[in-house]
């Protein structure tokens, strides 16, 4: 019976045209860099006066924060004018964003404030050799959530 049960919700589940429903979702922003918390020491070496804002620890090829013209050592100290408290901070701003979304942000670069727009790429869609992925959607009450099928 169970068996039977899961045959109906994945029959229902494809023959339903969802896959380019899905795709309608925006993807997540890719911001594309390691970041870490300012150490004491960090804030002394950059010359920075205070501790809030992220660190830049690397920054990867062909991401958003690259194409930017963010290095290794920048601090980020803004987003959209909303100041950065500390990389958890960070992080839960850059949530509100999506793949496409341009963003104006300040960060300290030699101990100068500089500011640029970020031009936010989205998260890539996930890939495998070994099996076939199909995007799909379900609503949930108020939600409409991405579904990942392998």
Not at 6 to 35: C, I, K, M, W
Not at 129 to 144: A, M, P, Q, R
């Given at each position: 019976?169970?068996?039977?049960?899961?045959?109906?919700?994945?029959?229902?589940?494809?023959?339903?045209?969802?896959?380019?429903?899905?795709?309608?979702?925006?993807?997540?922003?890719?911001?594309?860099?390691s970041v870490n918390d300012l150490t004491?020491?960090?804030?002394?070496?950059?010359?920075?006066?205070?501790?809030?804002?992220?660190?830049?620890?690397?920054?990867?090829?062909?991401?958003?924060?690259?194409n930017a013209g963010?290095?290794?050592?920048?601090?980020?100290?803004?987003?959209?004018?909303?100041?950065?408290?500390?990389?958890?901070?960070?992080?839960?701003?850059?949530?509100?964003?999506?793949?496409?979304?341009?963003?104006?942000?300040?960060?300290?670069?030699?101990?100068?404030?500089?500011?640029?727009?970020?031009?936010?790429?989205?998260?890539?869609?996930?890939?495998?050799?070994?099996?076939?992925?199909?995007?799909?959607?379900?609503?949930?009450?108020?939600?409409?959530?991405?579904?990942?099928?392998?």
């Amino acid at each position: 019976m169970k068996k039977f049960i899961f045959l109906l919700l994945l029959t229902v589940l494809f023959s339903t045209n969802n896959s380019s429903f899905a795709q309608e979702l925006p993807r997540g922003a890719f911001f594309g860099a390691s970041v870490n918390d300012l150490t004491d020491s960090t804030r002394k070496v950059l010359s920075l006066s205070s501790m809030a804002g992220t660190y830049i620890a690397k920054v990867f090829a062909g991401s958003s924060a690259q194409n930017a013209g963010i290095n290794a050592h920048d601090v980020l100290v803004s987003m959209d004018g909303e100041k950065i408290k500390n990389t958890t901070h960070f992080l839960q701003l850059l949530k509100k964003y999506n793949g496409g979304d341009k963003i104006k942000v300040s960060y300290y670069r030699n101990s100068k404030l500089k500011e640029t727009t970020l031009h936010l790429l989205q998260k890539k869609m996930e890939t495998s050799n070994d099996y076939e992925i199909t995007y799909s959607s379900v609503k949930s009450g108020n939600n409409h959530l991405r579904t990942i099928i392998t």
